[in-house]
Structures are given as C-alpha cells and as structure tokens.
Antibody, heavy 116, light 106 residues
Framework: QVQLVESGGGVVQPGGSLRLSCAAS????????MHWVRQAPGKGLEWVAF????????YYADSVKGRFTISRDDSKNTLDLQMNSLRPDDTAVYFC?????????WGQGTLVTVSS | TVMTQSPATLSVSPGERVTLSCRAS??????LAWYQQKPGQAPRLLIY???ARATGIPDRFSGSGSGTEFTLTISSLQSEDFAVYFC?????????FGQGTKVEIK
C-alpha cells in the first residue's frame, strides 16, 4: 500500500534553514508528481509546492517562492523540501502527498517550529 | 484563486443530510476536490473533479458543481463523519484550499 513518511522537522530560529524529506513506498515513485502541503497549528491547509514526476516542472505558493525548493531523488524514492530564510509564520505541520488524482495519498506530517 | 467555504461550522445530528458549500473567486471549471480531516490525522481525499469519489469513499458522500460554485453533500451523517472538510482547486498554479467547514455534533 502507499506509504509516505516525512522527517526532518524540528525547531529552528528565524532566518534559519531546514530540509524536510519524504520517504515513499508501495508505488512506482517515478510515475507520480508530488506535493508539499502545510498546516499551521489550529489552522487550515495551505498548498506549498509541487514537482512533476520527471522533475521537469516545479510550482510554489507565493508565500514560499524564492525561499523554498522542492526536489526529488527517484533512485531513493524520496521527496525533499529545502526551506531557507524561515519565518515564524512558516511554523506548521508539513505533509507530503502523492498526486493523481490531486493529493490522493498523504503522509502523517512533520512539525516545523520557527522560533527564537 | 481564493476559495471560500460556508458555513464555518455546522452543528448536525447523526442521520441528517448535510450540505457544505465552496465558492471560487474565478472559474476553476470542474477542477475541485474535497478532503476530510479528523483531529491529529492527515487529510483524506473524498472527491476530485468536482463529483468523482476517491477510492474507498462511501456513496453517502457526493460532490456537485462547476465553475465557481460547488457543493459537498453527505446524505446521512454517520458518527465517523464529524470532522473538518476542505475544498481545494487544481485549476492552474498555485493551488489553494478553502478555510474549512467543521461539522460538529448537535
């Protein structure tokens, strides 16, 4: 069955960097686009980024454009999110999700806290 | 594209019919999905392409609409359906979610 496991969350100071990873199994990873979606504590869902199955296209929310970078390693079945210049309003649980259709399968998320 | 859901909270009794609304600030054609989220859990895809049920979703869940107005209907609310429901458009980038509707026990 499809399994997505996020890791890399933690506490980071404002202006700092963090790299999240999502380990995928149970499906042919290279055949699917992948998303990152986040949820601030007690708030709604915010779509963050998408990468096509072949890595040819990447899209970002305006709130993270220029600061976050989505990437994938099909040899390791992993999806990454490099987060730079972090701000307190980036504090959230970050979920990875498999595309097709839309965000069809989700991991359980990893918590990122940006605080001094 | 801004997605607006109404109402913010809905208080209902088990067995009742429930209708949730989602409005897009511009046309998203039929590129609209619905998700259910329970406390401490990841969201679960219910409906995509406005009216297609995702794998394993009971037929008491149905979606309708196109353009800017969409509806999620739960025909007879079960105890396990008390949750928060989000709509999301996937018509062009960036995608965006509505703010959610909480369905709570009356």
């Amino acid at each position: 069955q499809v399994q997505l496991v996020e890791s890399g969350g933690g506490v980071v100071q404002p202006g700092g960097s963090l790299r999240l990873s999502c380990a995928a199994s149970g499906f042919t990873f290279s055949s699917y686009g992948m998303h990152w979606v986040r949820q601030a504590p007690g708030k709604g869902l915010e779509w963050v980024a998408f990468i096509r199955n072949d890595g040819s296209d990447k899209y970002y929310a305006d709130s993270v454009k220029g600061r976050f970078t989505i990437s994938r390693d099909d040899s390791k079945n992993t999806l990454d999110l490099q987060m730079n210049s972090l701000r307190p309003d980036d504090t959230a649980v970050y979920f990875c999700a498999r595309d097709n259709p839309v965000c069809a399968h989700w991991g359980q998320g990893t918590l990122v806290t940006v605080s001094s | 594209t801004v997605m607006t859901q109404s109402p913010a909270t809905l208080s209902v009794s088990p067995g009742e019919r429930v209708t949730l609304s989602c409005r897009a600030s511009q046309s998203v054609r039929n590129n609209l999905a619905w998700y259910q989220q329970k406390p401490g859990q990841a969201p679960r895809l219910l409906i995509y392409e406005a009216s297609a049920r995702a794998t394993g979703i009971p037929d008491r869940f149905s979606g309708s609409g196109s353009g800017t107005e969409f509806t999620l209907t739960i025909s007879s609310l079960q105890s396990e359906d008390f949750a928060v429901y989000f709509c999301q458009h996937n018509e062009g980038w960036p995608w965006s979610f509505g703010q959610g509707t909480k369905v709570e026990i009356k």
